[in-house]
């Protein structure tokens, strides 16, 4: 199992995407809702999510990295899980500079299979 997760301004721009920069990940049921723990952030980029903070949305892909996933016909299939999480007020967020973690709580989780973010 993989997991990635993307989070975007509501434009559409992607600020952090875990994947392209190997950063920690880690979201889990718990305060409001959701807890999203990302490692690995730099003070301005933990600056500009904090000044953004209403304007984000969070993408969460988990992927069964398995060898059994095949179709009738052979061809390898990957089962991709796919979750919007948001706050419909305002995500928590908390930031360390010493560690480059920032933890986010939000209060919904929403699961989707549009093929597009």
Known sequence: MSERLLIKLVVGRVLVDTTEFKLPL???QGGRGWIISVGGLGNRE???????IDQLNFFHF???D???NTDDSGT???LIRKF?????ERPLYQYDPATGEAVFEVDSRVAYSNERV
Do not use: C, F, H, Q
Request: charged letters at 35%; hydrophobic letters at 40%; glycine letters at 4%.
């Open 26 to 28: 880690l979201v889990e």
């Open 46 to 52: 933990a600056e500009y999510i904090g000044a953004n």
């Open 62 to 64: 988990i992927s069964d």
């Open 66 to 68: 398995s060898d059994d």
């Open 76 to 78: 390898e299939m990957k």
């Open 84 to 88: 919007w999480l948001y706050d419909l």
